[in-house]
């Protein structure tokens, strides 16, 4: 059974730093994701990583977040600098049972979640 836990959400003051883990299990993870939800508005990919540890991030956040996996420990992880405003929301982790990830970094394309962790920055 696949499981995605996410933590190390909170609040911090504009131009701050947090780091996003997401401990999984169940089978051998490749390709994940994290996504980002603010009240109002649709589930957003973040960043993704595939088997090969390619990265994309969506244009908002390059220069400013990090996505890393460590595969000895099943975890994925999301640093995160110079945080604004406009990052607040929850953070989801996400997996699809494949080596490489899809071409489009939405919703659609994960199949597997996590609960979410919350990230406030306040100006």
């Known amino acids: 059974q696949v499981q995605l836990v996410e933590s190390g959400g909170g609040s911090v003051q504009a131009g701050g730093s947090l780091r996003l883990s997401c401990a999984a299990s169940?089978?051998?993870?490749?390709?994940m994701a994290w996504f980002r939800q603010a009240p109002g508005k649709e589930r957003e990919g973040v960043a993704r990583?595939?088997?090969?540890?390619?990265?994309t991030y969506v244009e908002s956040v390059k220069g400013r977040f990090t996505i890393s996996k460590d595969n000895t420990k099943n975890t994925l992880y999301l640093q995160m600098n110079s945080l604004k405003p406009e990052d607040s929301a929850m953070y989801y982790c996400?997996?699809?049972?494949?080596?490489?990830?899809?071409?489009?970094?939405?919703?659609?394309?994960?199949?597997?979640w996590g609960q979410g962790t919350q990230v406030t920055v306040s100006s």
């Open positions: 990583i595939d088997g090969h540890g390619t990265t």
């Open positions: 169940g089978y051998p993870f490749y390709c």
């Open positions: 996400a997996t699809r049972p494949t080596f490489y990830c899809a071409e489009s970094l939405t919703v659609r394309e994960y199949g597997y």
